[in-house]
């Protein structure tokens, strides 16, 4: 039976998607979610590249799935805002294995998920979402599934034609029972808005150096923006950045440039 607190998170994140335009920033850790929230995130996603990575493994559904329910067990213990885990393709092919899957994370406290359709068929991702569904009631768990389609990012239309199949899978993906519509790799105002007008469902991109301002995604109707995996990129890029000048040259004057003061990041750790 679900908890007061998952109730409330789970309808609060259901209204964050009404009012206005939700951004997103994707954690990869406890840490990086509590610094987040800190920081005035009212939702934390997960990002599964980022996750995957801090564990020391690739992207593309390799993580144990032991390992991610963990991460978000101990992301819900440090955060007070609502919690929405990347799923990837949900970790296999079986929609009984992908509700197992969901089962430990909404244990373990989230109440929205990301599931794509990647490389598998339209048909495969709504076994899979009418699984999350009856697993969430039967956990007592309002679960929001955003429903990822992969047209953009993968090219599984031709130029000219991905509206068209973003709008048919998302229709498909809606009668399935996902409650928002995921439109990774979209950048043209012209297509973002008739991706909003075509669909009930309410539309999610991701960040882009090419995407219209965040007024304009407002006026276009976009309900949620998501980070992606670029916060963690960034991160990696510049730990990367100091592992090596240190170990070329020792250089310890860098190590300092950005960084949270200890006291500051130590205070913001400490058990609430």
Not at 198 to 209: H, I, Q
Not at 223 to 230: F, K, M, T, Y
Request: with cysteine.
């Amino acid at each position: 039976m679900t908890s007061p607190h998952a109730t409330s998170h789970a309808q609060e994140f259901r209204r964050l998607h009404t009012e206005g335009l939700l951004l997103l920033t994707n954690a990869w850790d406890p840490g990086s979610a509590r610094l987040m929230e800190s920081l005035g995130s009212k939702a934390v996603a997960t990002t599964s590249a980022g996750v995957a990575w801090a564990h020391g493994y690739a992207d593309g559904n390799h993580l144990p799935v032991q390992l991610m329910a963990a991460t978000v067990a101990g992301i819900t213990r440090v955060i007070r805002v609502p919690l929405t885990v990347d799923m990837e393709g949900g970790y296999s092919d079986d929609p009984a294995a992908v509700g197992e899957a969901v089962a430990t994370v909404l244990d373990a406290g989230a109440v929205g998920i990301n599931i794509e359709d990647g490389s598998g068929t339209p048909d495969l991702l709504c076994a899979k979402i009418e699984q999350v569904k009856r697993t969430g009631a039967r956990l007592g768990v309002d679960v929001f599934v955003n429903a990822r389609t992969d047209v953009y990012l993968r090219g599984l239309a031709p130029k000219g034609q991905q509206v068209q199949e973003a709008l048919a899978r998302g229709e498909r993906y809606r009668a399935a029972g996902a409650d928002g519509l995921f439109v990774p790799g979209v950048v043209e105002a012209s297509e973002i808005r008739a991706i909003v007008s075509g669909t009930k469902l309410p539309v999610n991109v991701m960040a882009r150096p090419n995407l219209p301002s965040l007024s304009e995604l407002q006026a276009l109707g976009v309900r949620r923006l998501s980070a992606g995996s670029s916060i963690s990129e960034a991160v990696f890029g510049r730990a990367a950045s100091l592992a090596r000048a240190f170990l070329r040259e020792g250089a310890a004057a860098p190590l300092k440039d950005g960084a949270l003061p200890y006291p500051e990041l130590n205070a913001l750790m400490t058990a609430r």
